[in-house]
């Protein structure tokens, strides 16, 4: 890599492949070309940056200059410009929200409050070069276990760490780890859970398509510590890029030596196998994941016995998450001292977020635990979108619930989010604003649940469903005052007598609505009311006469023809064709269309 | 083999065998080969399940009980242009449901279903992981984001004159 002078360094992730980062690459590639540059600078793609609102991004290295929203034909101008004459292109600078224009990474408020351990080289470095990985210290950690550690002393370090799980229980890992390890039988196992149900997150994805290499060494560390000679990673079929980059990296691996027969050269022998998820949220539940990897159906059993216990075809298995694993070799090379250092005292290290909704800065963030809910929403992410104001954010995913203004100065952390009715969960975090209603949201989840149930106990396939129809009702505005305690009645039901976590925490995103916003629950009942504006059944557009102009923007907006009117005549809206899409609203510039 | 009944082409047939047998015929590959035999044949339908069972010395319930459990396998063929909504947490705050809805009125068609051409096929996704794009909509490979309703007539515009 050192003939380069310069790298140029694409983002490869999901979000901003979507948006056009293959051409962009292709095209500086060109353009290098045309200019005969082709030997002194790189073209890099790279996993997700984290900073996703404003993708595509390419960023230049040595000088760390940002550039954002990047289009393919901007890539001339950023090759001649910056390249060759060595000025900045100042329009595809991030523009600061104070204002001002920012000339690199190093100065963005998105990442002076990251530090950045599970994603050290998601936006680094080439994942499907494992050259690139090994330059930053890749797989160092595997051959000081391999040549240096025991297995026990391997599980203390991870213990002293204080690592917990980070797919959302919080288990401590070194403990888990440990039970495994005590498990005579033989053959073990080793799987990474990389199934990511949340359905607004995509950490653990972005992980694995940023630095693919970091897992497998995680892996391999564990199977040395527990005894296991085989790894199994359990991923999404829907992912087709994370599994096109491990399954390169497990070839490179294997062609290194680090993954096979004799690791390192050492009589340890450890191969990692993909075996792929089919699309069920419930498939995440680690007993689950185990008989799905059978071939059998997704269906949870009771635990104990534990995975450690009879795990994959009855035998100890370990079962991790992405995000956890990622951390691992970082506990190897710096100490569990180092690690210890940073975070809260029972949840310490880092922790990452798939930040988004209605935030400035939707992206893929790694903080320290216990920084505050404040800081990542206002500080890295910059705030509300439109200068609208703040209402709630969601943790924890279909199993997490609604934290609300008051709660923004509470340090995050495994217990400080349970003890305020939500749940660190795998890591998505959505922010919402005045406009979005608190009931619907929990409807949104009870939606989610209720598909994703996988049907083996009463609470979790009936109960849900009636929670879901009551909430429907709610929204609707057909509930009376005494269904909102029958629905709080059904939650606690729910919660205590289903058979596995998804049914369990199914209620949350109800309870904490209930509790946090009371009072929305009683105007969609008692006023048939949507404060928020949100519930259709329960709002009408209206065009108001004194301000309308007969312009005919709405008219020629409306998706259904709701709108009739002559030019310059006002506009009427027929209630019975609308269907209360909001279009028109935003058609209109004279502010002569409302919601009552 | 005699135990098929329903028709199924001879060629189709041996892909299914070859499949199997790439899997060593392992019962517990299953989902593996469903996963890859979707990927030939774009759907699974009853004959398809059938064959698969034999091959693998299963029950066809047990196949049929895996496919209808998971979202990704399909009995119905999909559109030549699928076509998919984001439903995530992300999407959904930031307007998918208006999106989703008027998809399924331009088209005519509810969520799972194939338009009478053929043509197209709407499903739901959660995450796509692209969620600083939200509201996103896949249609095939090709990822449209920042979508809003009246986009709606747009993107189906792109695929009016192709085959
Ligand atoms: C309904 C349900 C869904 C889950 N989904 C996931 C998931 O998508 N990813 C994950 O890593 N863990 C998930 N878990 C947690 C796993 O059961 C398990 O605790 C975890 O993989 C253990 O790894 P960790 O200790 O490293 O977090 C889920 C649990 C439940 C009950
Ligand atoms: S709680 Fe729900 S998902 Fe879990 S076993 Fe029962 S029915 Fe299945
Ligand atoms: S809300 Fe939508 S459907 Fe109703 S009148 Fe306005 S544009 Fe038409
Ligand atoms: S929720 Fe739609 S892309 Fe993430």
């Known amino acids: 890599m050192t003939r380069y002078k310069m790298h140029l360094l694409v983002c490869g992730g999901t979000g901003c492949r979507a948006s056009a980062a293959d051409s962009i690459t292709e095209s500086l590639k060109e353009s290098l070309q045309e200019h005969n540059l082709q030997d002194e600078v790189q073209v890099i793609m790279t996993g997700c940056f984290g900073f996703c609102e404003k993708g595509p991004i390419v960023k230049v290295l040595p000088d760390n200059t940002f550039y954002t929203e990047v289009k393919p034909d901007d890539t001339g101008e950023i090759v001649e410009e910056h390249l060759i004459k060595g000025r900045q292109v100042d329009r595809l600078l991030y523009e600061a929200p104070e204002g001002g224009k920012v000339k690199d990474s190093k100065h963005m408020d998105f990442y002076k409050k990251q530090i950045r351990i599970a994603l050290r080289n998601c936006g680094f470095i080439d994942p499907e070069n494992i050259d690139e990985y090994i330059a930053r210290d890749g797989y160092f950690a595997l051959g000081t276990v391999l040549s240096e550690m025991t297995p026990q002393q391997v599980i203390d370090q991870v213990k002293e760490s204080g690592l917990r799980g980070r797919g959302g229980g919080g288990f401590p890992a070194g403990l888990k780890w440990e039970f495994a390890y005590k498990n005579q039988e033989q053959p073990k196992y080793v799987v990474c859970n990389a199934d990511e149900g949340d359905p607004g997150a995509f950490m653990d994805r972005s992980i694995l398509e940023g630095d693919p290499h970091a897992v497998l060494e995680a892996m391999a560390i564990c199977g040395y510590a527990t005894g296991a000679d085989k790894g199994l990673i359990y991923i999404r079929a829907e992912y087709p890029l994370a599994i096109k980059r491990l399954k390169i990296a497990i070839e490179q691996a294997r062609e290194y030596g680090m993954l096979g027969e004799g690791v390192f050269g050492t009589d340890f022998n450890f191969d990692v196998q993909l075996r792929y998820g089919a699309g069920a949220f419930v498939c995440g539940e680690e007993t689950a994941l185990i008989h799905s990897m059978e071939g059998e159906r997704g269906e949870p059993t009771f635990k104990p016995p534990f995975p450690a216990e009879s795990g994959y075809l009855g035998k100890p298995t370990n079962v991790n998450n992405v995000e956890t694993y990622a951390n691992v070799p970082v506990i190897i090379n710096k100490g569990a001292g180092w690690f210890k250092k940073i975070g809260t005292e029972k949840s310490t290290g880092t922790k990452v977020f798939a930040l988004a909704g209605k935030v400035n800065n939707v992206g893929l963030i790694e903080v320290p635990m216990g920084t505050t809910l404040r800081e990542v929403i206002f500080e890295i992410g910059g705030g509300i979108k439109d200068g609208k104001k703040f209402k709630a954010v969601q943790t924890g995913g279909p199993s997490g619930g609604c934290l609300t203004e008051e709660h923004l100065d509470t340090p995050i952390d495994f217990d400080n989010l349970l003890a305020v009715g939500s749940m660190m969960g795998s890591g998505g975090m959505i922010v919402m604003d005045e406009d979005d209603c608190m009931v619907s949201v929990a409807k949104f989840f009870l939606e989610f649940t209720v598909e994703e149930s996988c049907g083996k106990c009463a609470p979790c396939r009936v109960g849900n469903k009636r929670l879901h129809e009551l909430l429907e009702r709610i929204t609707q505005g057909k509930a009376e005052k005494k269904d909102l305690q029958r629905l709080k009645n059904m939650c606690h039901v729910i919660a205590d007598t289903s058979l596995c976590g998804l049914g369990q925490t199914a209620p949350s995103p109800v309870l904490s609505t209930m509790e946090n916003f009371w009072n929305e629950y009683v105007a969609h009942v008692e006023d048939q009311r949507c404060p928020a504006g949100s519930c259709k059944d329960l709002m009408r557009y209206e065009i108001i006469p004194e301000n309308c102009v007969g312009c005919t923007a709405c008219a020629r907006k409306c998706p259904v023809g709701a709108i009739t009117g002559e030019r310059k005549q006002v506009h009427e809206i027929d209630q019975d064709i609308c269907i209360k899409c909001g279009a028109c609203v935003d058609a209109c510039k004279f502010d002569a269309v409302t919601i009552k | ?163």
């Open chain 2, 1 to 163: 083999m005699s135990r098929i009944k329903v028709k199924i082409k001879e060629q189709d047939l041996t892909k299914i065998r070859e499949i199997c047998q790439a899997h060593n015929n392992e019962p517990g590959e299953l989902i593996n080969v469903l996963q890859q035999t979707q990927e030939h044949f774009g759907y699974l339908p009853a004959e398809i399940q059938e064959a698969v069972a034999q091959e693998l010395g299963l029950p066809v319930a047990k196949v049929y009980g895996v496919v209808t459990f998971y979202s990704f396998f399909t009995m119905i063929p999909q559109g030549r242009y699928p076509i998919s909504i984001c439903t995530g947490t992300a999407c959904y705050v930031r307007g998918a449901d208006n999106v989703l809805q008027e998809f399924k009125r331009q088209l005519g068609i509810a969520v799972g279903e194939t338009s009478e051409d053929g043509k197209f096929s709407l499903n739901c996704l959660r995450c796509v992981g692209a969620c600083g794009l939200a509201p996103v909509v896949l249609v095939g490979d090709k990822t449209y984001g920042r979508v809003a309703p009246d986009g709606v007539k747009d993107i189906l515009a792109e695929y009016q004159d192709k085959e």
